[in-house]
């Protein structure tokens, strides 16, 4: 397996940086001998896999600096105030690079597969076709969700100057790439490896997982053209019927065998550790995570990497250094007065998702833990001896990163948006599983769009969304506050949101040898 990384990692040098050797007949060479067997094509597939476990759990801002808090970790105060000495410096978290890895390596697969032909089954040229389009189309969503703007490639092989495609372009190449996707590929239950094999990780492309990836890209899309106003209203209400179709193929099982677990405890200690739990019937899509295998940097839930994930998960942790790093700015913490309101007497989450809400007494609550409550949606951390006597950990569970009770919502989000009744009907059937009252409940006094995201926004805790759901419903001005008014989400005008605050800047990198590129309109006005 080595020696496949490192012949995919002279192709990618080679393809993309003629400028260094002249060796188009060796790769031409190259090519023909490695598209012959199925297990060549198995290797792109993995490699590409591999790629997308390095760029999406472990590399978003966004998706760090949305999750619901009481108090943050320094690193995430500065980005809620968009401090720009924070984002503009080398950020590695500004940097595309690990997305395009991910689409490259998708395009050496559809540029060089026909040289299977004849060698290799049509329903497994079909599969790696399929897995390299769902890549593809995962990747540009990101871009798009992170950047706006952003380079649309033609392939593997052309080495001359990308300028940036409009944000709706990039959603498109992502949603048709996902289209192909879900046509060319089985449901989870049918997929099988070349020795025939059913597949076990819910890594890979399945129907179900291009199926939630159109639920995404649509509904981002639909939102991204309300909010920015780019274009008519009918194109908007065309997305969310798009997402909304895709979402009833996945939760009337046309797209795969996927149901909502019985309770929330079932959820935990099943669904959200994924297949690792070895049944997660709610899990749709997720990133396997071996943490014998020392993958510290890789298939980290946010909720740990934040540190809200502390006592008595994390290995050796004490309640007292739970609160420690809390006042050391190490920590996204909730209080547990807001788990309280978040989620009141009877709903079957706060016990699920947070450990012993209710083991103490009210006076010795805030001697304990500083009035923080104990995040126990993910349970177990694994910890392997590394060379000097340290411990490399992670969570004994792997990140689910779309799960059914996630597309309800979503589902629910665009039913309203179009003004279906059905909306109520989906948020509910989230509510009925928790035992939480279903709406109107008294709480419901914001109308119905605020009650979903509100749910999301409990249901999700820690995994990953809340910041893509504040942007689709335009809640940026009050749902990512930091500590600086003058600076943050609060103080942006409507001009700065269209220049593209609520993006990313484009990292430097991206501007070697690449005279097309330009920067963020918004983001340009702060470079000297």
């Not at 472990?58 to 105060?77: F, H, P």
């Not at 290995?315 to 309101?341: I, K, P």
């Not at 919502?409 to 989906?426: H, I, P």
């Not at 969304?465 to 504040?470: A, I, K, P, S």
Request: hydrophobic share 40%; with cysteine.
């Amino acid at each position: 397996m080595r020696k496949i990384f490192y012949l995919l990692t002279a192709i990618g040098l080679l393809s993309s940086c003629n400028s260094l050797l002249d060796t188009e007949s060796e790769v031409s060479v190259t090519y023909e001998n490695y598209f012959e067997t199925e297990k060549d094509l198995e290797s792109i597939t993995y490699q590409m896999h591999a790629y997308i476990k390095e760029s999406l759990p472990g590399n978003s801002m966004q998706t760090w600096l949305g999750e619901r808090a009481d108090c943050y970790k320094t690193d995430i105060v500065m980005q809620r105030n968009l401090n720009r000495d924070y984002y503009l410096s080398s950020n590695p978290m500004v940097r595309w690079g690990d997305l395009y890895n991910v689409i490259y390596m998708a395009n050496v697969m559809l540029d060089n597969i026909y040289r299977a032909e004849g060698n290799v089954a049509p329903d497994r040229i079909h599969f790696h076709i399929g897995q390299a389009c769902f890549g593809k189309g995962l990747g540009y969503l990101e871009l798009a969700r992170r950047w706006g703007d952003a380079v649309i490639t033609v392939n593997s092989t052309t080495t001359s100057a990308y300028a940036k495609s409009p944000a709706l372009e990039v959603l498109d190449t992502a949603i048709s790439n996902a289209k192909r996707a879900y046509v060319l590929l089985p449901v989870f239950e049918q997929m099988k490896d070349l020795s025939g094999v059913n597949i076990k990780s819910k890594q890979f492309g399945s129907k179900g997982a291009a199926a939630a990836l159109l639920v995404h890209a649509y509904a981002w899309k639909g939102s991204m053209i309300d909010l920015y106003e780019m274009n008519n209203w009918q194109t908007a209400r065309a997305c969310y019927d798009s997402a909304i179709y895709y979402a009833t193929q996945l939760i009337e099982g046309k797209a795969g065998d996927y149901a909502l677990e019985d309770t929330p405890e079932d959820l935990v200690v099943n669904s959200l550790p994924g297949r690792m739990a070895g049944t997660a019937k709610e899990a749709i899509f997720e990133y396997d995570t071996d943490y014998e295998m020392n993958e510290f940097a890789s298939c980290l839930v946010p909720a740990y990497v934040l540190g809200s994930i502390g006592y008595p998960v994390k290995y050796g942790m004490t309640q007292s250094d739970h609160v420690f790093d809390f006042d050391m700015g190490q920590a996204n913490m909730l209080f547990n007065t807001t788990v309280r309101e978040m989620y009141p007497d009877g709903d079957l989450r706060r016990d699920a998702y947070f450990y012993d809400f209710e083991g103490l007494e009210a006076e010795d609550e805030m001697e304990v833990t500083a009035g923080c409550a104990y995040l126990y949606k993910w349970r177990e951390e694994g910890t392997t001896p590394v060379e000097g006597g340290f411990v490399s950990s992670t969570l004994k569970s792997n990140y689910v990163y779309w799960r059914l009770a996630d597309i309800y919502l979503l589902r629910a989000e665009c039913y309203q948006k179009n003004g279906n009744v059905l909306a109520q009907d989906d948020l509910n059937a989230i509510r009925r599983r928790a035992l939480a009252e279903e709406y109107p409940a008294a709480n419901d006094t914001e109308g119905l769009q605020m009650a979903i995201f509100k749910e999301r926004e409990k249901e999700l805790l820690g995994e990953g969304h809340r910041y893509y759901d504040v942007i689709r419903n335009g809640y940026y001005s009050w749902a990512l506050d930091g500590d600086d008014p003058t600076r943050g989400f609060s103080a942006l005008t409507i001009q700065d949101v269209k220049d593209g605050a609520l993006y990313l800047p484009v990292g430097s990198e991206a501007f070697v040898r690449n005279n097309k590129m330009t920067q963020n309109r918004y983001w340009v006005k702060f470079i000297q």
